[in-house]
């Protein structure tokens, strides 16, 4: 039995990486009689960067107050990340990246079926590599290891291709009230906000097969919201 889950998520965004290695828990948690499906979903966490993207240190010093309160959340990022199995890197790109190009290139590799590869190789580029994935160049690299031809990507990103469809979706998630992410949702029914534990996963899986099976449906456990109501989770 296949179960879809739409992921919201931004590429620059490490609690995403982070969810993806752990819903992947899950997913072999649960066993090979069903097949969980991800399709990751655009969200631009600094939709108003320009295009060149914006110099890391002075970003994140306005946005965390100081370069001391950066470099420790970095560290215990780093720490989480290490509890994962990814080596975020100490030394990211010099710049915060505009990634709606990234998104435009999730959407061409859905297209094509090589999404998840794709998504891995942007999280491995940016988080661990430095790679700066706002950059076409990059991008049609960093394509090429999910299995896409780079000459391909790299017309595609150069024209304005798939633009107005990212912005389309991101709108559409955002009038559901998903204002923060990774989040996830399981089969069009259940909703998970943040990198939740792989337990908090699998018990989504569950309870969307239980209800497939007609059982009577259950409050969802802790961690688990119904997206008819996302303001619960």
Not at 157 to 185: D, K, M, N, R
Not at 219 to 228: H, K, N, Q, S
Request: charge should be negative; include cysteine; charged fraction near 25%.
């Amino acid at each position: 039995m296949k179960i879809t889950v739409d992921v919201v998520s931004d590429v620059v965004c490490p609690w995403c990486f982070v969810g993806k290695r752990r819903i992947e828990k899950a997913i072999r948690a649960l066993g090979g009689a069903h097949q969980v499906d991800l399709t990751w979903r655009p969200f631009e966490l600094n939709p108003n960067l320009p295009r060149e993207g914006a110099e890391r240190t002075a970003y994140r010093v306005k946005k965390f107050g100081s370069l001391e309160r950066s470099r420790e959340l970095e560290a215990q990022m780093r720490r989480v990340g290490e509890s994962e199995g990814i080596a975020f890197t100490a030394t990211p790109s010099a710049k915060i990246p505009n990634t709606r190009d990234a998104h435009r290139l999730l959407a061409f590799a859905l297209a094509r079926g090589q999404q998840d590869a794709v998504c891995e190789a942007l999280f491995e580029a940016y988080f661990i590599e430095g790679a700066d994935v706002g950059r076409v160049d990059e991008l049609a690299r960093i394509a090429a290891r999910g299995g896409l031809e780079a000459a391909e990507v790299a017309a595609y990103l150069h024209s304005t291709a798939g633009a107005e469809e990212v912005c389309a979706e991101e709108a559409h998630y955002a009038a559901q009230g998903i204002s923060g992410v990774p989040f996830f949702i399981v089969d069009g029914t259940f909703a998970l906000s943040g990198a939740q534990p792989p337990e908090a996963f699998l018990q989504a899986f569950r309870q969307t097969l239980d209800a497939r099976g007609g059982a009577v449906a259950a409050e969802p456990a802790e961690g688990v919201c119904r997206l008819d109501n996302p303001d619960a989770c």
